[in-house]
């Protein structure tokens, strides 16, 4: 029994001397725990901190104005535009200014001290209806609160002010509605980016690298010929998520394909181009599965798919910039449910092709840098 403890001692000291001897090793043993504990901590919240409204007020009295001062000092409802056209309100839901739009009737006032019903127009923006729903259920318990005081105010006898509000883009409010079409750049990432992480590490893991750079091939044609095949595996498995969220679960699509696969296209490119930078410098494939699993939970809670962006502290947001899955998401999700072209995403666009443009010459000077 002694002989038998002693091996597995043995055994349990060769595993640790061969995780810890490496300072990579023991940085990602220490580092990736913290840093994933902060981001769910800050990142990974359902809690409603901000809910940017814009305003459309045709009555302009004190009703109003009462009304208007409760929902601004309940510290979550946020105005960040006013109209002074109801038709404009549609502008702030579909650029993603605010995530509600409030319209107060002209005759506002009047039916209150009448004791009529005094309908609140409100329009939710269904693309995150986690979110919207929670929004809408605050705003109506700020309105439950006016009516409160109002009746004691003004002694009516019954609560005046109503809420009659739409989701627009997800009019059930259903969550696999703004799930889905997130998911379809999210999981084609996840096997995008470990397939080209390990492309090259799997080639000097097996020793066949070495017989691939005896060829008059470049290490930028290298590089480029290990980059397709993922980005169209990574196409492909969009096209079968795609199939599912739309046959299966039967989301309706708003946009058109063609929008949907190019702005796919573009995320695609920018992650072989992470991929390939990680295969670059990885030794070998349990590296390049460790780098890339360390990338991964980041890139997923800071993409604004389970919890929206605008929630998370400033410094979390900046490094949002560095995310290409936040801009999929955005795309994606426009495309599909707000039916929105690809000249009005430039602002989603633009950090791809920048990401993409820094990623995969990078990934060429780590493929000459280590060739050397």
């Known amino acids: 029994m002694m002989e038998l403890f002693r091996h597995i001692a043995v055994i349990v000291r060769k595993e640790f001397l061969a995780v810890l001897k490496d300072p990579k090793s023991r940085a990602i043993l220490v ?31 004190a009703a109003s104005a009462a009304l208007l001062a409760k929902l601004d000092a309940s510290g979550t409802l946020e105005r960040s535009v ?15 200014q605010a995530l509600l739009a ?57 609560p005046a002010l109503s809420i009659a509000s739409r989701a627009w883009f ?13 998911l379809i750049a999210a999981l084609s990432m996840l096997q995008t980016l470990l397939l080209t992480a390990l492309s090259v590490a799997r080639e000097r893991e097996q020793g066949t690298f070495d017989q691939l750079l005896v060829t008059p091939l470049t290490p930028t044609e290298i590089m480029l010929g290990k980059a397709l095949p993922p980005i169209m595996i990574g ?12 046959l299966w679960f039967g989301v309706p699509m708003a946009g058109s394909l063609l929008s949907l696969y190019a702005a796919l296209a573009l995320f695609t490119v920018a992650s072989v181009g992470i991929g390939l930078s990680i295969s670059a410098v990885s030794l070998n494939m349990q590296q390049a599965m460790l780098y890339t699993f360390v990338l991964l939970m980041p890139m997923m809670l ?13 410094a979390l947001q900046a490094a949002t910039m560095a995310n290409p899955l936040r801009f999929a998401i955005d795309m994606v999700q426009r ?3 707000e039916g929105a072209p690809l000249a009005a995403l430039w602002t989603s666009m633009v950090p791809l092709c920048v990401i ?10 780590l493929f000459r840098h280590r060739l050397a």
């Not at 997800?170 to 997130?182: A, K, V």
């Open 82 to 96: 006013t109209f002074a056209t109801q038709d404009a309100l549609s502008a702030a839901i579909d650029s993603q």
């Open 235 to 246: 196409l492909l498995q969009s096209t079968m998520i795609l199939l599912v969220t739309r």
């Open 102 to 158: 409030i319209s107060i009737p002209a005759d506002f006032e009047h039916r209150l001290y009448a004791g009529e019903p005094a309908p609140l127009q409100v329009v939710l923006d269904g693309r995150n209806s986690n979110t919207a729903g929670s929004a809408g259920a605050h705003l109506g318990a700020v309105v439950a609160d006016f009516n409160r005081q109002w009746r004691v105010q003004h002694g009516a006898p019954a």
């Open 31 to 61: 580092v990736p725990a913290i840093v994933q504990s902060l981001l769910f901590g800050y990142a990974a919240t359902y809690d409603l901190t901000r809910v940017p409204y814009a305003l459309h007020d045709a009555s302009r009295s």
């Open 302 to 314: 800071l993409s604004g798919l389970t919890t929206p962006v605008r929630n998370m502290p400033q």
């Open 356 to 365: 993409a443009l820094l990623t995969l010459p990078l990934a060429a000077w």
């Open 335 to 337: 495309i599909y449910l």
């Open 170 to 182: 997800n009019p059930n409010l259903e969550t696999r509605w703004y799930l889905m079409p997130g």
